[in-house]
C-alpha cells in the first residue's frame, strides 16, 4: 500500500490528482442516494406512486447537486491555482528526496550566512544611527552657544538702555528744576 502511494508521488501531476479523487470519493459518499425502500420510510402517508416522483426527483437533485458541486471545486482549484501549487510541491519534494542531503545543507549554510548578513546590515544601519545622532548633538551644542551669546548680548544691551533712560530722566528732572527755578 505505501510502495502504490510512492509511486504516485512520482508520477507527474499525482497531487493534483489525488486531490481530486479524494474530493469526488467524499462527495460521493455525501451525496449518495438513500436506497428506496429507506425513503419510502420517511414518508409513510404517500401512495407508492407519489414515493417514486418522489425519490425520482430525489435522484435528480442529488445528481444535480453534485455536478454543481463538482463543478465549483474545480472553479475554485483553476482560481487558486491548486494545480500548479501541486506540481511546484511535487517538484520540491522530488529534489529533496534524490539529494538527502539537500536540506541540511542549504538550511545550515545559507541560515548562517544570512544571519551574517542581516547582522552586518543591522550593524551599518545602528553606526549611521549613532553617527547622525552625534552630528545632530553637535548642532545643537552649536546652536546652544550662540544662543547664549545672544542672550550675552542682550543682556548689555538691556543695562545700556537703563542707563541711557536714567540718564533722560536724570536730565528731564534736571532741566525741569532748573527751570522752575529761574
Known sequence: MQKGSEMNA????????????SFKRALHS??????????CKAFPSFT???HERL??????????????????????????Q????????????????LDPL?????????????????????LHYLMGMLQKAEEHKRDIGARLELLKREKHDFSSAENLLA????????YENGHSTRITNT
Open 102 to 122: 539537500l536540506s541540511e545543507k542549504s538550511n545550515v549554510g545559507a541560515t548562517a550566512q544570512n544571519l551574517s548578513k542581516a547582522k552586518k546590515n543591522e
Open 30 to 39: 455525501l451525496l449518495t442516494a438513500c436506497p428506496k425502500e429507506e425513503f
Open 82 to 97: 491548486a494545480g500548479t501549487v501541486l506540481d511546484s510541491v511535487e517538484e520540491l519534494v522530488e529534489e529533496h528526496s
Open 55 to 80: 425519490h425520482r426527483l430525489f435522484i435528480q437533485v442529488i445528481n444535480s447537486l453534485h455536478e454543481d458541486i463538482e463543478e465549483e471545486f474545480e472553479s475554485i482549484c483553476l482560481e487558486t
Open 163 to 170: 542707563e541711557l533712560r536714567t540718564g533722560i530722566l536724570n
Open 48 to 50: 407508492a406512486a407519489e
Open 10 to 21: 512520482l508520477i507527474p501531476g499525482s497531487r493534483q490528482l489525488n486531490l481530486k479523487k
